[in-house]
């Protein structure tokens, strides 16, 4: 195979180190990776004000693929506006690299609510309540308003729908579960139902249901086991990816793989876990959601048997190994591969 060009973005707090050990990883697996650095985040935006530009947007795009660690600042730290960051740069690069897919494997490890279980959430992740539909009238006034819409194209919706049928059709569960709230948000979730309605003829094989999100929650938490593939909007997703890392062992195992299926930029690899500054530095940082999400990542650029082995290694990580710290922890995936 040639070499990748991977774009890193180590980012703050812990998302350097966790990004090295899982590049340690993936040279250890075998897959040759030309790695570009690129410095963004909350400290580069406190040095000098810069977020993303659209130069650099075109230069990530290039790239086979981008490894991000972590984005921002220390929980307390105020100087950085909220959505600063999270509009200016992980959204941009989400909505600019068209990534319409965010997808989260989990795998409940030994002791968590969801052991031995495996699923994963098909999130869309261009659209909903975060395609900043909206404003404020009158602010700061008695009189103000604020309104905040969420955006649900025919066209959004059906290649979020599509991937979660085509990642059930290739799974061992054939089983889509479309989580939404139709008996209130009737609009959108007209759309939705009527999608996964129309899609689901093509999958014969594929099992279909559906859970209001509220009752997906307890679900989540009492029988996880009922899930193989779970379809939702943005926000419900964003939510129900943090109850699913809980269950399964805490987030800092959740990887995540924001893709762009039709390959038109590069998809981007990230831990769902933040960037702990409080344990920065110490080497404590398990760095096991950044190599498993490096492993996706390899998934995506055809390199399945490494992807594969990565994988196994990580499942097989016992809660021992996983106090020891990140050095130890990444030493000890790479003698399981
Ligand atoms: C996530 C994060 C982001 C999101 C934030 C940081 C914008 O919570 O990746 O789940 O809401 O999508
Ligand atoms: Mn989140």
Redesign the pocket.
């Known amino acids: 195979m040639s070499v990748h060009r991977v774009a890193v973005i180590g980012g703050d707090g812990i998302g350097p180190e966790v990004t090295a050990a899982a590049l340690e990883v993936v040279a250890a697996a075998g897959v040759e990776v030309a790695t570009t650095a690129f410095d963004l985040g909350a400290a580069r935006y406190l040095r000098d004000g810069f977020v993303l530009d659209d130069a650099t947007l075109e230069e990530l795009r290039a790239h086979d693929a981008i490894l991000l660690g972590a984005?921002?600042p220390a929980i307390g730290d105020t100087r950085i506006p909220g959505g600063v960051l999270?509009r200016g740069l992980?959204?941009r690069l989400r909505f600019g690299l068209d990534l319409y897919i965010?997808y989260r494997p989990f795998e409940g490890v030994a002791g968590s609510l969801a052991a031995g279980t495996r699923f994963a959430i098909v999130r869309e992740n261009t659209e909903g309540p975060?395609a900043g539909e909206g404003g404020t009238l009158r602010r700061g006034t008695s009189h103000e308003i604020a309104t905040q819409g969420s955006v649900n194209t025919r066209f959004g919706v059906e290649r979020c729908v599509r991937y979660a049928f085509e990642r059930a059709a290739a799974s061992a569960r054939p089983k889509v579960t479309l989580v939404h709230k139709t008996n209130v948000l009737t609009f959108a979730g007209d759309l939705w139902s009527r999608v996964v309605a129309e899609v689901r003829s093509e999958y014969p094989q594929v099992e279909v249901d559906y859970n209001h999100v509220d009752a997906a929650c307890i679900y989540l938490v009492e029988d996880p086991g009922r899930y193989s593939v779970i379809v939702t909007d943005?926000l419900f997703g964003?939510i129900l990816?943090?109850l699913a890392g809980a269950v399964s062992g805490g987030i800092g195992y959740a990887a995540?793989a924001n893709l762009n299926p039709a390959r038109t930029g590069a998809s981007l690899f990230?831990p769902?876990h933040g960037a702990a500054h409080d344990i920065a530095g110490t080497g404590r940082a398990n760095p096991l959601a950044a190599i498993s999400s490096a492993a996706l990542m390899l998934e995506h650029l055809g390199e399945t048997d490494a992807a594969r082995r990565i994988e196994r290694a990580v499942a097989d990580s016992d809660a021992k190994v996983i106090a020891a710290g990140t050095a130890a922890i990444t030493a000890a995936v790479i003698e399981r591969l």
């Open positions: 984005i921002g999270e992980l959204l965010n975060y943005n964003d990816s943090d995540s990230e769902v």
